[in-house]
């Protein structure tokens, strides 16, 4: 494995050099072996856990990266990696570099007093939960391995510990960019945003202010794309800090996420989101709030007058309502295989929206059903028999593979999840992850065990996540 050292040329106190502590007895519980064969990481098999706990020296210089964050709107302006080090970065199989990090691997600089550590409940979560991501063709993170570390990380209660092996083509997040910002680090500010421009968009070829203003404009496209993502397979990722924004537009930060089950605007599972900051149906304008964050931090980048950058930025970052709605309509025509375009789409789309609340409709079962209804292999729920008279009628024979593919089979249920998790942390193993893992890396193809993960499980309206720590 031929690592790379990453941002240690963007600012002095933006990645410290600091090593990952080892820990007592590190025990291998998951590998991804297709990750592994894409980014040719070859560390022979007896070293893996020792390797990816932390305790193998890899001769490198790890880092942990400084970055501020607005936490459910309150600014941080030093938070960090506070329990996670950067090794470097890998190239994949088409020679392009994704960092490597281990999360969990002891305190940093940036860990304000914690301990650095990471229980076993969270890695395990995260590893599934990105892979389901990917798998749904959504833009995210990976996860290469989770190692038991043989120790309990002191929480309430104490839990096993592990680290977990993360994959992202950066680590350049909104609160990258406010950090330096907040410091008035301008030479700084310049040299990030070259890499993140580097990295995630080199088709912006242009030199001054317009180059940074281009850069906005992808970042907030990227966003955009993002979150319909989410929105079209019913994730809530939980928390939308500016510090889990990243700028490449992926998902990142699997702590308090969670799948919406029966269908409402406001569902929220995290526990300490308690006006709903980050409900579903919030998502899209959190998302353009952290996009006006990242615009404000790069102010000294498009003019020395803040007004007059103001100015400047103003019409990229107001554009997000129309590209949404937009990108909204289009997501809603793929999800039902409408033909062409009509101008009482909006209101059908509305109208099944209302029945989905009205008879608290399943979100993903019911466009499963929607979907094979139209080869005749599901029936229509009988709530929406009516409406679906029209909506046949807007569908053509292309109907059926556009939905297919907006429309996955399965999703990562919330209590499949839990009960996974509860398995590993009594017995360190899952009987039902490895079945679980088959199933959800097809999740828009049948499958011989496709009913037993399409149950919602029993009433999730008390369910609750929690930030992993």
């Known amino acids: 494995m031929k690592l790379v ?3 240690t040329d963007i600012a002095d ?12 007895a590190p025990q291998l519980l998951l590998w991804n072996a297709s990750l592994a064969k894409q980014f040719n990481i070859d560390i022979e098999p007896q070293l893996r856990a020792s390797t990816f706990a932390g305790n193998e020296s890899l001769q490198i210089k790890a880092v942990a990266l400084g970055y501020s964050g607005h936490q459910f709107g309150h600014f941080s302006p030093r938070l960090g990696d506070g329990r996670a080090h950067l090794l470097g970065a890998v190239s994949d199989d088409k020679n392009q570099l994704w960092d490597i990090q281990l999360k969990g691997s002891g305190a940093t600089p940036y860990s304000r007093g914690g301990d650095g550590r990471c229980a076993l409940g969270p890695a395990i979560r995260e590893y599934i939960m990105s892979e389901a991501l990917h798998a749904l063709g959504i833009k995210t993170t990976r996860c290469l391995a989770v190692v038991g570390t043989g120790e309990a990380v002191y929480r309430n209660p104490p839990q096993p510990g592990a680290v977990v092996t993360r994959l992202a083509s950066s680590h350049i997040r909104v609160g990258s960019f ?10 700084g500010l310049k040299k990030l945003a070259d890499t993140a ?3 995630h968009y080199p088709e912006i070829n242009i030199t001054g202010p317009e180059r940074y203003l281009a850069f906005l404009d992808a970042v ?9 993502s989410w929105m079209r397979v019913g994730f809530i990722h939980g928390v939308m ?9 992926e998902t990142i930060d699997y702590g308090p996420c969670a799948m919406m089950n029966v269908f409402d605007f406001d569902t929220v599972f995290s526990s300490i989101d308690n006006q709903g900051r980050y409900a579903f149906g919030n998502q899209p304008n959190i998302a353009s709030w952290n996009c006006a964050r990242l615009a404000e931090s790069l102010i000294p980048l498009i003019n020395d007058d803040d007004e007059q950058a103001v100015n400047l930025m103003t019409p990229i970052i107001s554009q997000f309502s129309m590209l949404f709605n937009d990108r909204y309509n289009q997501m809603w025509a793929q999800k039902l295989g409408l033909a062409g375009q009509s101008e009482n789409d909006v209101e059908l789309v509305s109208k099944l929206l209302l029945l989905f609340q009205e008879h608290k409709l399943d979100y993903t079962n019911t466009f499963d059903a929607l979907t094979e209804s139209l080869k005749g292999e599901s029936v229509i729920p009988e709530p929406l028999t009516q409406w679906a008279q029209l909506w046949k009628s807007r569908t053509d024979n292309s109907s059926y593979e556009i939905m297919r593919a907006a429309n996955p089979r399965v999703i990562p249920r919330n209590h499949i999840i839990e009960t996974i998790l509860e398995q590993f942390n009594q017995n360190g193993n899952s ?3 490895s079945n679980f893992l088959a199933v959800i890396s097809k999740p828009y193809d049948k499958a011989s065990d496709l009913a037993l993960f399409q149950s919602a499980g029993d009433d999730d309206e008390h369910y609750q996540t929690f930030c992993g720590t």
């Open 178 to 187: 406010q950090y330096l910002a907040t410091q008035g680090d301008t030479e």
């Open 220 to 228: 907030i496209k990227n966003q955009l794309d993002l979150i319909i």
């Open 197 to 199: 421009i580097e990295r």
């Open 241 to 249: 800090n500016t510090d889990n924004t990243l700028v490449s537009g």
């Open 13 to 24: 106190n933006f990645a410290i050099e600091d090593q990952p502590s080892s820990v007592a």
């Open 5 to 7: 050292p990453r941002y």
């Open 431 to 433: 009987e039902l992850l």
